[in-house]
């Protein structure tokens, strides 16, 4: 069995920042990619970054610039560095991992349970 566990979410006033971690464990084969995506209430869920195993990146247009995403192959585990975070920021934010479970099975997607994130102005 997979799980994903996020933390990191809260509140932060407009301009701040915070940091969201999120670690797979279980059984793990091989981890294609993790991100972040998010979800606003009445919206869809939308990608916010993803990182691949070789280590390149890419990242909605709303967050270029104030977003980073890295990760810790040998931990399993992705972070999201958000920075002058606004208003438009606020959703619960889900980790996803893209990963095969064992050398028998394909890849396939996991996600946490979601963490909220709340910018006040």
């Known amino acids: 069995q997979v799980q994903l566990v996020e933390s990191g979410g809260g509140l932060v006033l407009a301009g701040g920042s915070l940091r969201l971690s999120c670690a797979a464990s279980?059984?793990?084969?091989?981890?294609?990619?993790m991100g972040w995506y998010r979800q606003a209430p009445g919206k869809q869920r939308e990608l916010v970054a993803r990182?691949?195993?070789?280590?390149?990146?890419s990242y909605a247009d709303s967050v270029k610039g104030r977003f980073t995403i890295s990760r810790d192959n040998a931990k399993n585990t992705v972070y999201l560095q958000m920075n002058s975070l606004n208003a438009d920021d606020t959703a619960v934010y889900y980790c996803?991992?893209?990963?095969?479970?064992?050398?028998?099975?394909?890849?396939?997607?996991?996600w946490g349970q979601g963490t909220q994130v709340t910018v006040s102005s």
């Open positions: 279980g059984s793990i084969f091989s981890i294609n990619s």
């Open positions: 996803n991992a893209v990963l095969a479970p064992s050398d028998n099975m394909r890849y396939s997607n996991y």
């Open positions: 990182i691949f195993s070789g280590g390149s990146s």
